[in-house]
């Protein structure tokens, strides 16, 4: 799976230097993907729109632009624009009743990985990317098998360390990143209110 991302990653290098991936399981069938909208933009429905290009347009707007991506019973939210991630707030709201993974980063760094359910963050590592300076909170056996794949790793493997984030996730949610989504046109994105979301 890390080689998947991989080449993920050589064909959307542009990602590289941002980006947000955060996947949702809820555990309510009667959750729907509008809910976890609702949630991750504040309590109020974003807006919706379909954007020619999205990512060249989301550039242009100052607050988060979301593609949706859905699978069986678990939603995937794909940020286009900084790469800064999801407040613990937002986070822990979109938990409720469900299971969340999320995983960033941004051109100043800030390489994190995190897991929430139940309405609170359970585990969180910043800085994977250089091993020798990674802090973890939470309980760290819910993140033991992401720290076993980095340690398989060269130490200077950076792309490996960040398929090696979007493959843990896949392995603990079965939803994947589909190579097609980051370079869709005529695409139906989620505008949050909120920059700071």
């Known amino acids: 799976m890390i080689d998947y991302y991989r080449d993920f990653f050589e064909r959307h290098q542009w990602l590289e230097h941002g980006l947000s991936w955060t996947v949702v399981q809820p555990l309510n069938e009667e959750i729907t993907v509008d809910d976890l909208?609702?949630?991750?933009?504040?309590?109020?429905?974003?807006?919706?729109?379909?954007?020619?290009?999205?990512?060249?347009?989301?550039?242009?707007?100052?607050?988060?632009?979301?593609?949706?991506?859905?699978?069986?019973?678990?939603?995937?939210?794909?940020?286009?624009?900084?790469?800064?991630?999801?407040?613990?707030?937002?986070?822990?709201?979109?938990s409720t009743e469900s299971r969340v993974w999320m995983v960033t980063w941004h051109f100043n760094g800030g390489y994190t990985i995190l897991y929430a359910a139940a309405g609170e963050i359970r585990a969180r590592m910043r800085d994977f990317i250089f091993t020798e300076h990674v802090f973890?909170?939470?309980?760290?056996?819910?993140?033991?098998?992401?720290?076993?794949?980095?340690?398989?790793?060269?130490?200077e493997d950076y792309r490996g360390k960040r398929g090696a984030a979007f493959a843990f996730i896949e392995a603990a949610t079965g939803m994947d990143l589909d190579s097609e989504l980051p370079d869709v046109e005529d695409a139906p994105v989620v505008i949050l209110d909120n920059p700071a979301a």
Do not use: H, K
């Not at 909170?137 to 398989?152: H, K, N, Q, V, W």
């Open 37 to 94: 909208l609702r949630r991750l933009n504040g309590g109020l429905a974003p807006e919706q729109r379909v954007m020619e290009y999205p990512r060249e347009e989301a550039g242009e707007e100052d607050r988060p632009v979301l593609l949706v991506s859905g699978g069986e019973g678990t939603w995937g939210f794909l940020e286009l624009t900084c790469g800064f991630g999801l407040s613990d707030r937002v986070l822990t709201a979109l």
């Open 136 to 155: 973890e909170e939470g309980d760290p056996s819910i993140l033991a098998g992401f720290r076993a794949m980095l340690d398989a790793l060269a130490p």
